[in-house]
């Protein structure tokens, strides 16, 4: 296998640097293509994550073929009725939100009914999730009293979408408590980084017996968090009470972010405020999100400009050390924790050594889409007029 960076130098020099960023999405979501005749075999947010960066590629490109293979992955789930094959309403799990995302465009270009039933399933789950006292959802329902940060992206992009598409302007409060709610309970004060966990009742292995909190800062936790608010902006509108707190939030944790990214690579470790420390790694989906989150930051002006040089200096990071092409020309993406959690398993105590525990892979879907995600949105950002 040859490195990313070693690839793309000609073809930078020639189209420029967020021409090199649209090439390297449309080439991984190629190898998507080619790699997965079968995305998945169940409806899952990590093919979820993967589906919405093809989506992207389809708006950015045109190609059919993305739309295609869209259309025919989620239809292997999707009925008539718009019932959804391996989905469990009842597990009250905000995980299976996540790829509810990509019904709205088939829904738009297809007019088939079967994808506004399903999305009305979904949105379903969500007004019976359990909740904490002060209205936060519940993780999943197996883990109760608990919010984590995953759980904003899953659920709250795809609940402020249904907001606008279908005017139920309520939701976007809930939509912005759930934002502010688990800052409020995750947010350290000194660096302005989030815990990855929330337990109400401080009773879990992993719980701060006095907040609440999990003990660490890890990456990707603080990625899916990040990309949840830049895509909950799309909907949520300018004059809600709560969008310049939520614009600031999100201008408080990227300064956060731009203290702890390695200045060696531009990327971020596993976990964040812990590069020293023996095991550590740089960790490749949470720096595809941190790209991501930044760009589109900086497209919709929520961050001061002076964010692009970090955003450059991260995606330029993920191809000189984390992307590589085989002899096919097929891009693989290396380093990405497989995955991570709190409670469920005696060893998920949240602490340094579980997280450094968990294997590291390549090619995961959550790494994947993320930097399909970060490419799109690089060369956007660097083609804003």
Avoid at 215 to 220: H, T, V
Wanted: proline share 5%; hydrophobic share 40%; aromatic share 12%.
């Amino acid at each position: 296998m040859t490195n990313g960076r070693q690839m793309g130098k000609t073809k930078e020099a020639q189209a420029g640097f967020g021409a090199t960023a649209r090439l390297w999405a449309v080439r991984m979501a190629d190898s998507v293509l080619a790699r997965h005749p079968v995305l998945t075999e169940k409806w899952d947010y990590t093919a979820g994550l993967v589906l919405s960066g093809l989506c992207e590629v389809w708006r950015e490109t045109g190609e059919i073929k993305y739309f295609r293979y869209l259309r025919e992955t989620v239809d292997r789930f999707v009925g008539p009725g718009g019932e959804i094959r391996t989905y469990d309403l009842e597990e009250y799990n905000l995980d299976q939100i996540n790829m509810g995302k990509v019904l709205f465009p088939l829904w738009e270009e297809t007019k088939e009914e079967k994808y506004r039933r399903a999305i009305a399933e979904l949105r379903a789950q969500l007004r019976d999730q359990p909740r904490t006292r002060e209205g936060g959802f519940w993780h999943k329902l197996i883990y109760p009293y608990q919010m984590w940060l995953d759980g904003i992206y899953m659920a709250a992009p795809f609940y402020a979408q249904f907001a606008r598409v279908f005017d139920e302007p309520e939701i976007f409060d809930d939509v912005a408590h759930q934002i502010l709610l688990i800052a409020a309970h995750t947010k350290d004060p000194v660096t302005g980084l989030f815990y990855h966990g929330w337990d109400e009742t401080g009773t879990q292995i992993w719980a701060d017996p006095r907040h609440g909190h999990s003990p660490c800062f890890w990456g990707r936790a603080m990625g899916w968090y990040a990309m949840a608010i830049v895509d909950v902006l799309d909907f949520l509108p300018p004059d809600h009470p709560q969008y310049p707190a939520i614009v600031a939030l999100f201008r408080e944790m990227v300064a956060a972010l731009l203290k702890v990214q390695d200045p060696a690579t531009g990327l971020w470790y596993q976990i964040l405020d812990q590069g020293h420390r023996p095991g550590n790694y740089h960790e490749a989906s949470a720096s595809c999100m941190f790209v991501y989150a930044m760009a589109k930051g900086l497209r919709r002006d929520l961050v001061p400009p002076a964010v692009l040089t970090a955003a450059r200096q991260g995606y330029e990071g993920i191809l000189r050390r984390l992307v590589e092409v085989d002899a096919e020309e097929g891009v693989h993406l290396k380093q990405i924790c497989q995955v991570a959690g709190l409670g469920g398993k005696a060893n998920r105590d949240g602490s340094y050594e579980y997280y450094l525990s968990e294997p590291v892979v390549t090619d995961d879907y959550k790494g994947v889409g993320a930097f399909i995600l970060a490419g799109l949105e690089m060369a956007r950002t660097e083609e804003k007029p």
